[in-house]
């Protein structure tokens, strides 16, 4: 017996049927030559309205005659499975505190336990069970409890989204994330698919089993628990301050995502250095999936083979901010991601099955630090401005919408459009709330993206405001160890802290912290 991987291989709708009957006949072998088989990557490719599968497979070969065909085929072993660093335990095991339970904090905290450390994990918000009823309060009644919502509780912002585990970081340790993500919520798919998801339905119950294999690894988690302060004694972080008590522990790993705005100013007056950062804000656009299905697939929309369709378009012009779509999510819905009562924010998320009948995505443009405020909270403080502005003169829990088409006619709308947006949408004009240089950037770029996707502008499109929290507004300065640079024993990781900007970029920012620590 021999695994072979193949090489690349197109694959057409009428072949996908069978992916392993053409897979033989594309390498001129028997299909009863391929004991087994699966998949190693698999995407989509909808270039020129003809969608087809690209592949690459593992197949399981007994016959001798068979294997000599594969392996002149361009055929070759699988390369070996990446392994963690093995870390000697210590007689006496050190203690570390992990503040935030979101990727970064989950990932890290994962690392250091198998390593032997003692880590308590701190979080400000509910456990995933507790924080589902808080949510559905806020999506669907617009009940907000300001420390158990979208963005806090057990697994951080990205409990609520799409669940997208693509990434551009570049790291040896991507299979492992995803080999983690694939057990604790019992999907293969995962492991190769190009633009891998679990899904905002998914997520909870991987999160509780995440939970009890950290808790088998003697990790301890505290929920409901927020950090008031660091200790800094001799210009070190020695420990945290909860409840006015000092907890010292040998080190702090600082995960607390893009939301935490008392623990930015906390850190700010401790004299941690931090620094401005760009940022992208603008709108959620809400398409129905069905004309999205069309623009990507052609004339193969309704083939049963091809899930719900995505899409990225970009904006790019010498005068104006570059636009850009973000965090796309197919057959989706559009929910309130506000933690401040006085504000409106809101974000995109979508179930494993992406059956929804609408489409939703970000369209936002990047910000430079030009536009804020003095000093490293600048940028927090501009956002948060913008979040009230959208706020003002609605009913409370409402967002303000209009069409696409209103939009760029520059029009109050008379009437509020039918969204997702379960807790109510108002009439409004979004270019009287977004900043003006968002609002004329978002206006030029809407022809470009329509070329890049035939009948993107419609009447039938929705914008919903505002889009603020793509990332965090602040960077917590940090050296090649990843500790800060102001006071050894801190290390401030993900995406609170600047440094990544989704959940397996969060996660490989945690792992490669931790062992940096470790070593």
């Known amino acids: 017996m021999a695994i072979l991987l193949t090489p690349q291989i197109s694959f057409t709708l009428d072949e996908a049927a069978d992916f392993a009957n053409s897979c033989a006949k594309k390498l001129g072998i028997h299909r009863n030559d391929i004991d087994d088989w699966s998949f190693h990557k698999k995407s989509l490719d909808v270039r020129h309205k003809n969608p087809k599968f690209m592949a690459t497979l593992l197949l399981d070969i007994r016959d001798d005659s068979a294997l000599r065909h594969l392996e002149k085929a361009g055929c070759k072993p699988p390369l070996p499975r990446i392994q963690m660093p093995d870390f000697t335990r210590r007689q006496v095991a050190p203690r570390v505190a992990v503040v935030g339970a979101g990727p970064s904090g989950l ?31 806020l999506m669907h009644r617009g009940i907000l409890s300001t420390e158990s919502n979208i963005c806090f509780g057990e697994g951080g912002a990205g409990t609520y989204s799409d669940g997208k585990l693509m990434t551009r970081t570049k790291s040896k340790f991507i299979p492992i994330v995803l080999e983690l993500f694939s057990k604790c919520c019992n999907n293969d798919r995962i492991l190769y698919e190009s633009h891998p998801h679990i899904g905002t339905d998914k997520l909870t119950p991987m999160l509780l089993n995440a939970r009890a294999h950290l808790e088998s690894l003697g990790a301890s ?7 008031d302060d660091i200790w800094i004694d001799a210009n070190r972080c020695r420990g945290i301050v909860v409840n006015g008590e000092k907890l010292g522990y040998d080190a702090v790993f600082l995960c607390i995502g893009h939301s935490a705005d008392e623990m930015f100013e906390t850190l700010h007056r401790r004299g941690v250095a931090m620094a401005q950062k760009p940022l992208a804000i603008g709108v959620r656009v809400e398409h129905p999936q069905e004309l999205i299905n069309r623009i990507q697939y052609g004339r193969y929309a309704e083939h049963p083979l091809l899930p719900a369709a995505e899409y990225a378009v970009r904006f790019n012009d010498e005068k104006l901010p570059s636009a850009f779509s973000f965090c796309m999510c197919p057959g989706g819905r559009v929910v309130p991601s506000h933690t401040h009562p006085d504000c409106c924010v809101v974000n995109g998320m979508s179930g494993s099955f992406r059956n929804g009948r609408f489409a939703n995505s970000a369209l936002v443009v990047q910000v430079g630090e030009e536009s804020f405020d003095d000093g490293p909270l600048g940028g927090l403080h501009w956002i948060r401005r913008i979040e009230k502005k959208a706020a003002e003169n609605l009913p409370p829990r409402y967002a303000p919408a209009q069409s696409m088409t209103d939009f760029i006619a520059n029009k109050t709308p008379g009437t509020s459009p039918r969204t997702t947006y379960t807790p109510g949408t108002a009439p409004a004009n979004l270019r009287n709330i977004l ?6 950037s978002l206006l030029a770029a809407l022809p470009t993206f329509d070329r890049q996707m035939h009948g993107f502008i419609t009447d039938s499109a929705n914008f919903i405001g505002v889009e603020t929290r793509t990332s965090s507004p602040v960077r917590i300065l940090r050296g090649d160890d990843y500790a800060s640079i102001s006071f050894p024993g801190l290390y401030p990781l993900g995406e609170g802290a600047g440094y990544a900007g989704g959940i397996t970029s969060c996660a490989l920012d945690g792992i490669h912290a931790a062992i940096s620590w470790l070593a």
């Open 221 to 227: 988690y505290h929920f409901e628990t927020r950090i």
């Open 435 to 440: 900043p003006a240089r968002v609002a004329t």
């Open 107 to 137: 990932f890290a905290s994962w690392t250091l336990a198998r390593a032997g450390v003692k880590v308590d994990l701190f979080e400000r918000g509910k456990d995933a069970k507790s924080r589902s009823n808080d949510v559905a309060q």
